[in-house]
T-cell receptor, first 112, second 115 residues
Framework: GQQLNQSPQSMFIQEGEDVSMNCTSSSIFNTWLWYKQDPGEGPVLLIALYKAGELTSNGRLTAQFGITRKDSFLNISASIPSDVGIYFCAGVSGGSNYKLTFGKGTLLTVNP | DTGVSQDPRHKITKRGQNVTFRCDPISEHNRLYWYRQTLGQGPEFLTYFQNEAQLEKSRLLSDRFSAERPKGSFSTLEIQRTEQGDSAMYLC?????????????FGPGTRLTVT
């Protein structure tokens, strides 16, 4: 089946630093979404991307839909302690009835 | 808009017992999804409803699993004769196409532990 590869698996950064993470696939996706999950909670939607090449921001977060439609990137600027959590990318492929395929996540730790 | 709610938040059961989880989607969201998440993994799709119709089921959903959405509002997920491998977080999500068709909003999940 379809798989999404997220990297890095984990990151440990200092408060105030910028963060970049990405998600790649061998298959084309029509939509990319980025979620954040805190321990014991459900994923929270951060950004949705609908067009190849699209660049979308949500506060300090910026995500891009790759031109090949096989990848997506998430950047977090000026990280703060509450950015700690697991970041998941998810893709929707054509004819999938809108079901999401998730990556394994990037664990972000921010040192105050 | 109170968000997606799930009940219970935690369930501990003995192997062989049946369990049932409930999901209340965001009101007016006509699509409802169930996912399962194990430690260190992203959520995996189980099944989805449009209104009361169950339109797709994953191969992950064995015969011991059944989901319903009888009135097109809340949904239940039942697992019969639970096994230790069923231990996971069960997540429910809802969406409202065509506006934000792909934007699924998740509940807090039900953590199942089978002993």
């Amino acid at each position: 089946g379809q798989q999404l590869n997220q990297s890095p698996q984990s990151m440990f950064i200092q408060e105030g630093e910028d963060v970049s993470m990405n998600c790649t696939s061998s298959s084309i996706f029509n939509t990319w979404l980025w979620y954040k999950q805190d321990p014991g909670e459900g994923p929270v939607l951060l950004i949705a991307l609908y067009k190849a090449g699209e660049l979308t921001s949500n506060g300090r977060l910026t995500a891009q839909f790759g031109i090949t439609r096989k990848d997506s990137f998430l950047n977090i600027s000026a990280s703060i302690p509450s950015d700690v959590g697991i970041y998941f990318c998810a893709g929707v492929s054509g004819g999938s009835n809108y079901k999401l395929t998730f990556g394994k996540g990037t664990l972000l730790t921010v040192n105050p | 808009d109170t968000g997606v709610s799930q009940d219970p938040r935690h369930k501990i059961t003995k192997r062989g017992q049946n369990v049932t989880f409930r999901c209340d989607p965001i009101s007016e969201h006509n699509r409802l999804y169930w996912y399962r998440q194990t430690l260190g993994q992203g959520p995996e799709f189980l099944t989805y409803f449009q209104n009361e119709a169950q339109l797709e089921k994953s191969r992950l959903l064995s015969d011991r699993f059944s989901a319903e959405r009888p009135k097109g509002s809340f949904s239940t997920l039942e697992i019969q004769r639970t096994e230790q491998g069923d231990s996971a977080m069960y997540l429910c999500a809802s969406s409202f196409p065509p506006a934000g068709a792909y934007e699924q909003y998740f509940g807090p999940g039900t953590r199942l532990t089978v002993t």
